[in-house]
C-alpha cells in the first residue's frame, strides 16, 4: 500500500527534539565532560611542548593537534578513541530504548512516516555531534590563540574546517551503526555492548587483524620481491575497512601539510623532491579525498542497513 | 788672533815640532833625509759640504813621529749656538787621547746641526791641548763645514708595475712605493680618481686593512697597495686610474692602467622572472626560460639542458645557441612533461647553460598538482552508496 505525502513531514521538529533530549542528558554530560576534559590537558601538554621548541613552524596551529606530550596522547589520538564513544552514547538506545519505553507506538501515532523518525534521529544526533565538534574545535584554537599569542594563517583555518568536516563524518559513522544496532538488537544493553565491541574491535584490534589476514592470504615469496608490496597493499586495503583507520590518514593528510602519500611511496617517485616542503591545502584535500568519500558512502551504507532494518520492523502498542 | 794664523795653514793644520831633531837621530839624518819628528792633528778634508739633515761625520787623524806618547784633551771651538758635536773613538765618546810613538789614532767628529740651522758656511776648531810632557802646547785644527740649504718637502709615489692587465672580474693589484723624501714625518693621505663604477681600495704592505691615510717617517718609504675593482658589466677596453697622495705641504701622483679583457657571462631566468612553477602529473607544460649575455663578450657554442627527476619528460627548444651578443636575450621553452606517477608535492628542476668557459644554472622548482580523476571516483563511490539508500527507501518507504 503507497502513501501519499511527503515523508520527511515532521523531519526537523523530530531532530530538534531528539538533540534538545540529548544536550539534557546525564550520559551526553559524562560524556562530553570526559571529551573536554581530555581535550584541555592534551592541548595544554602540547602547547608546553611547543614553546620549549625553537625550530620555526609555518604550521603552528596545526601542531596543536597533533603533538604529544608524555603521558597524554595528542589531542586527535584522543578524538579517534573518544568520538566513537560520544556517538555510540547518543545512539545505542536511539530506536529500541523507545521500544522500552514503550513510547513507539505513541510517537508513530503522530502524523509522521517511520523515515522522517528514523533521519530526524540520526541528524537530531548529528548536531549534538557537531556542535560537540566545534566547541572543541573552537576551545583548542582559541586556548593557541590565548596561550601561543599567534592568530591563525588563512590555510591553517582551512585546514582546521577540513578536520572539522571530516571529524564530523567520522563521528557520523559510529552514530549510523549505534543507530543500526539499536534497531537491529531489542534491548539496548546488547545493542550497546555489540556497539562497544565494535569500537574495541577497530580502534584496538584491528591494527592487529590485519597483517595477520594479509600474511594468511598473501604469503611472502623470498624470491619474489612483489609479493611484499602485495602483501603490504592488501593489509593496507584491509585497515581501512576501519573507519578510525581512515580518519587518522585524512588527519595525517589534512594536519601535516608534508604528506605527500598516505599508501606506499616508490624512491623512484621521490627523486628530485623537495621533502618536507607543504603540499597546497588543494592537493591536500586529493590526497584525502579517497578516504573522505568511502567514510560518506560508509555512512549511507550503514544509514541504509538501520534504515532497512527499522522499517521492516513491525510496530505494536 | 790665533784663529787668523792657523787658517793660514793649509793641510798640515796643526802639525809642530815638540822638539828639534833627537841628538840620537842626529847622526843618521845626515846620511838620510830628514826624520820628520812631531805631533799633529788632522783631518783628510778640512773643507766640505754638507746636506740638510744628513749626519755629519768628520774623520781626525792624531799623529805622533818620534815622539813618546803624548796625551792630547780634545774639544770643538767656535760652533754656534745649538750645535751639538761629540767625538767619538773606539766606539765611544772620548775627551782625551793618548797617542803613543809612531802611531795614528783615527777620531770621528759628529756634528748635529738644529732643525732651525740655516743654509751657510760654518768655520770652528777642534783643538787638541797636550797634557804632560810639552804641557802647554795648543794644536788647532780649523775646519770650515758648508751647509746646503734644505731640499723642499717632497713625496714620491712610484708604481712597481703601472699597467695590469685582466677580466672584468679580476682584482687588479697596483704596488706603490710611498716615499716622504722631507725632513718632517709626515700624515699622507690617499687617494684615487678612477672611471665610473671602479672601485680603489688602499691597503698597506700585504695587509688586509683598507686605509685612506698613513704616516711616513721623514726620509722613509712604505709600500702602498692599491686594489681597482672594475664593474662587473665593463667593457672590454683601457682604463686609466690615477692614485694620488698627499700630505699637508706635498703631494705626489702616479697613472695606473688598466687593460680589461671582455668575458662572457649567461644569466639564465625563469618565466616572469620566478624560478617555480606548477604543472600536472602527466600533462604537458611550457616554461619559457630567459638566457641573457650580462658579460662583456658574446658567449659561443651555449647548449641548453634541464635535468628532472627521473620518469618526466623535458624537452628543451633551442638546444644549442651558436652565438650571444653581449646584452643580447634569447627565449627558452623547456616542456616538461612530469611522470604519470609523480606524487603531489614540490619537485627541483635544474637547468643549466654550458658554454665555452661560462657556465650557468638555475634551480627550478615545480609543484605537481595530481589529476582529480580519484576525486570523481570518490563522487561515484557515495552516488552509489546513495543509490542504494534511494532503493531501500524506494522499497521499504513511508511506512
Known amino acids: 500500500m503507497r502513501r501519499e505525502g511527503s515523508p520527511w513531514t515532521g523531519l526537523s521538529t523530530i531532530a530538534v527534539k531528539e538533540a534538545a533530549d540529548h544536550l539534557t542528558s546525564a550520559r551526553m554530560l559524562f560524556a562530553m565532560a570526559l571529551v573536554v576534559l581530555t581535550a584541555i590537558g592534551s592541548v595544554y601538554g602540547a602547547i608546553g611542548q611547543l614553546k620549549t621548541t625553537v625550530g620555526e613552524d609555518p604550521f603552528l596551529f596545526l601542531r596543536l593537534f597533533t603533538t604529544a606530550q608524555d603521558p597524554l596522547p595528542s589531542f586527535v589520538g584522543f578524538l579517534s578513541f573518544l568520538l566513537p564513544l560520544v556517538a555510540i552514547a547518543l545512539a545505542f538506545d536511539a530506536i529500541n530504548g523507545e521500544y522500552q519505553r514503550r513510547t513507539m507506538s505513541r510517537l508513530l501515532a503522530q502524523p509522521i512516516y517511520r523515515d522522517a523518525l528514523l533521519a530526524g534521529k540520526f541528524l537530531g544526533g548529528l548536531l549534538v555531534l557537531g556542535i560537540c565538534v566545534v566547541v572543541l574545535w573552537l576551545l583548542v584554537t582559541g586556548m593557541g590563540i590565548l596561550l601561543l599569542g599567534l592568530p591563525p594563517s588563512g590555510e591553517e583555518i582551512l585546514r582546521g574546517l577540513g578536520f572539522l568536516v571530516v571529524s564530523l563524518a567520522f563521528s557520523a559513522v559510529w552514530l549510523a551503526i549505534a543507530l543500526w544496532l539499536s534497531s537491529l538488537f531489542r534491548s539496548p544493553a546488547t545493542s550497546a555492548l555489540a556497539a562497544l565491541s565494535l569500537w574495541l574491535l577497530f580502534s584496538v584490534f584491528w591494527p592487529m587483524l590485519t597483517p595477520l589476514v594479509a600474511g594468511v592470504l598473501v604469503p611472502l615469496d623470498p624470491l619474489n620481491p612483489m609479493t611484499a608490496i602485495q602483501q603490504f597493499e592488501l593489509q593496507h586495503n584491509l585497515s581501512r575497512l576501519s573507519p578510525n583507520v581512515l580518519y587518522g590518514e585524512m588527519l595525517t593528510g589534512l594536519l601535516h601539510p608534508s604528506t605527500r602519500s598516505l599508501g606506499i611511496l616508490f624512491r623512484s617517485q621521490m627523486e628530485g623532491a623537495l621533502v618536507g616542503t607543504p603540499l597546497p591545502f588543494s592537493q591536500s584535500l586529493l590526497i584525502i579525498w579517497p578516504d573522505f568519500s568511502a567514510l560518506v558512502a560508509g555512512i549511507v551504507v550503514v544509514f541504509t542497513l538501520g534504515y532497512v532494518s527499522f522499517q521492516r520492523q513491525e510496530v505494536r502498542a | ?399
Open chain 2, 1 to 399: 788672533m790665533r784663529h787668523g794664523r792657523t787658517l793660514l795653514s793649509a793641510l798640515v793644520v796643526a802639525g809642530t815640532a815638540l822638539f828639534a831633531l833627537s841628538p840620537l837621530h842626529a847622526g843618521t839624518a845626515a846620511a838620510e833625509t830628514p826624520q820628520l819628528t812631531g805631533l799633529w792633528l788632522t783631518t783628510d778634508y778640512p773643507e766640505r759640504n754638507a746636506d740638510f739633515g744628513d749626519a755629519i761625520r768628520i774623520g781626525l787623524d792624531l799623529m805622533n813621529k818620534n815622539l813618546p806618547p803624548q796625551r792630547v784633551e780634545l774639544s770643538v771651538d767656535g760652533l754656534p749656538d745649538g750645535w751639538k758635536s761629540e767625538i767619538d773613538g773606539g766606539g765611544a765618546a772620548i775627551e782625551a787621547a793618548m797617542v803613543g810613538t809612531d802611531r795614528t789614532v783615527s777620531l770621528d767628529l759628529h756634528l748635529t746641526p738644529p732643525k732651525t740651522a740655516k743654509a751657510g758656511t760654518y768655520a770652528f776648531e777642534v783643538e787638541g791641548k797636550v797634557v804632560g810632557q810639552g804641557e802647554g802646547r795648543t794644536m788647532t785644527l780649523p775646519v770650515k763645514l758648508t751647509l746646503a740649504a734644505p731640499k723642499p718637502a717632497k713625496l714620491t709615489l712610484d708604481p712597481k708595475l703601472p699597467d695590469l692587465r685582466g677580466t672584468a672580474k679580476s682584482s687588479f693589484d697596483f704596488e706603490l712605493t710611498l716615499k716622504n723624501e722631507s725632513l718632517n714625518d709626515t700624515v699622507v693621505n690617499l687617494a684615487a680618481a678612477a672611471p665610473d663604477g671602479f672601485e680603489v681600495a688602499f691597503t698597506e704592505g700585504y695587509g688586509s686593512q683598507e686605509i685612506t691615510s698613513l704616516p711616513v717617517k721623514a726620509g722613509a718609504s712604505k709600500t702602498v697597495h692599491a686594489k681597482v675593482h672594475p664593474p662587473q658589466n665593463v667593457a672590454a677596453g683601457h682604463y686609466q686610474v690615477q692614485v694620488g697622495a698627499q700630505s699637508d705641504v706635498a703631494k705626489a701622483s702616479a697613472n695606473l692602467e688598466l687593460d680589461v679583457t671582455g668575458q662572457p657571462a649567461v644569466a639564465l631566468e625563469g618565466p616572469n622572472g620566478m624560478l617555480s612553477g606548477s604543472a600536472t602529473a602527466g600533462e604537458e607544460r611550457d616554461f619559457t626560460f630567459t638566457v641573457a649575455n650580462s658579460g662583456s663578450a658574446p658567449a659561443h657554442d651555449l647548449s641548453l639542458r634541464a635535468d628532472a627527476p627521473s620518469g618526466w619528460k623535458v624537452k628543451v627548444d633551442p638546444k644549442t645557441l651558436p652565438e650571444l651578443q653581449p646584452d643580447q636575450q634569447q627565449k627558452v621553452t623547456v616542456e616538461v612533461t612530469p611522470g604519470d606517477k609523480a606524487v603531489a608535492g614540490d619537485y627541483m628542476m635544474s637547468v643549466r647553460a654550458n658554454g665555452k668557459g661560462v657556465s650557468n644554472s638555475a634551480d627550478f622548482r615545480i609543484t605537481v598538482m595530481t589529476s582529480t580523476m580519484w576525486g570523481i571516483i570518490g563522487v561515484v563511490v557515495i552516488l552509489i552508496a546513495l543509490m542504494v539508500l534511494a532503493v531501500g527507501v524506494r522499497r521499504y518507504g513511508r511506512r
